[in-house]
């Protein structure tokens, strides 16, 4: 049965309406280009972490929002007594080339973390890097246990590290990291990402650009540049 679950570009479309912004106006405020927004919206271009990371900063507005339409939910409630239960297969799915990312509790505001599953798909650092231009890098730390398969832990300041299910790591997630699937077979795991010192709408500008050169358009194989 096909999920009616509206897709994240449709929340963030809708969010855009409600605060009175148009596409130019996000585009300033969050270093995307309007060609991007535009694909956001309409699903035609991955919804990464990096961009949900600066699409929270640049509208103001909790990152779970962007994910859940908080439209029909009453107000946020910070204080104790939230829960929310995910049965399996549920929660907000973002695709990417190398990850399919799976938020969970994306409808519950201000959480101090941000709960995830990844099912990693990127084998060599090279078809990582074609997406993402570099390893990634966000503020604050980061947890992960592997669920399922084996996974090769890379980072800047480290020499890489296998990974099999009931292994977990911790890691300031400021330094350039990488997931990458290490063997046949389903590979998974389970993580959450907190960011430090509120610095969850601090995004180094190097993800701007990754955004933006995803967004770009592939030219065809054999074409020539346009003459100018």
Do not use: W
Not at 30 to 35: D, H, K, Y
Not at 41 to 47: D, F, Q, Y
């Amino acid at each position: 049965m096909a999920s009616t679950t509206p897709a994240p570009g449709e929340h963030i479309r809708s969010l855009r309406k409600r605060l009175g912004l148009t596409l130019a106006q996000v585009s300033e405020r969050t270093g995307l280009a309007v060609s991007t927004l535009s694909k956001l919206e309409k699903g035609n271009v991955s919804l990464s972490y990096d961009k949900l990371m600066l699409l929270s900063r640049g509208l103001g507005v909790d990152m779970a929002e962007l994910l859940h339409d908080a439209q029909t939910k009453g107000p946020a409630h910070t204080g104790g007594g939230r829960r929310v239960v995910h049965r399996a297969g549920d929660g907000q799915i973002v695709d990417t080339q190398s990850y399919k990312q799976t938020y969970l509790a994306s409808e519950l505001l201000n959480k101090r973390f941000t709960p995830l599953i990844a099912e990693v798909r990127a084998r060599t650092l090279e078809e990582f890097k074609a997406e993402f231009g570099d390893l990634i890098r966000h503020p604050g730390e980061e947890f992960a246990f592997v669920i399922e398969g084996e996974v090769a832990f890379h980072s800047e300041l480290y020499a890489p590290v296998i990974l099999k299910a009931g292994d977990s790591i911790f890691f300031d997630s400021e330094m350039g990291h990488a997931y990458l699937k290490a063997a046949e077979g389903p590979c998974r795991l389970v993580a959450t990402c907190a960011p430090r010192n509120g610095q969850s709408d601090a995004m180094s500008q190097h993800f701007v650009e990754a955004s933006q050169r995803l967004s770009a358009p592939v030219p065809a194989r054999g074409a020539k540049p346009a003459r100018r």
